[in-house]
């Protein structure tokens, strides 16, 4: 009984962590609900790794190691992701002044 408790716990922690990680593949997935081959992997690399005892962060540092900030939903805010954070930002001000000087030269 102790070890179906244990592994349910494992499946429940393996299937939490892949929930907060994004699909390399889908993109608009996390690994938990995706079905693409690299998500079935990445879960099993998750699994295995809390079953060696790693800690969930000692698991999300070692996938941001191996691919980057892009595997997580919310990446930190560095050099390298700053697109991310402010393009659509910087999008949204490109269109405000496309649409004025539009309406200016309609004048």
């Not at 609900?33 to 962060?57: F, K, M, N, V, W």
């Amino acid at each position: 009984m102790a070890d179906t408790t244990s592994a349910a716990s494992l499946d429940a922690r393996t299937m939490t962590l892949a929930g907060e990680l994004r699909c390399l593949v889908c993109q608009n997935q996390s690994l938990a609900d995706s079905h693409a081959p690299l998500a079935l992997d990445l879960r099993d690399q998750i699994h295995q790794q809390l079953a060696q005892g790693r800690s969930e962060r000692q698991v999300v540092d070692f996938m941001v190691q191996r691919y980057g900030d892009f595997v997580l939903y919310e990446p930190p805010l560095n050099t390298s992701t700053a697109l991310l954070w402010f393009g659509p930002l910087l999008l949204l001000a490109a269109g405000v002044v496309a649409v004025r000087s539009f309406w200016k030269g309609k004048q």
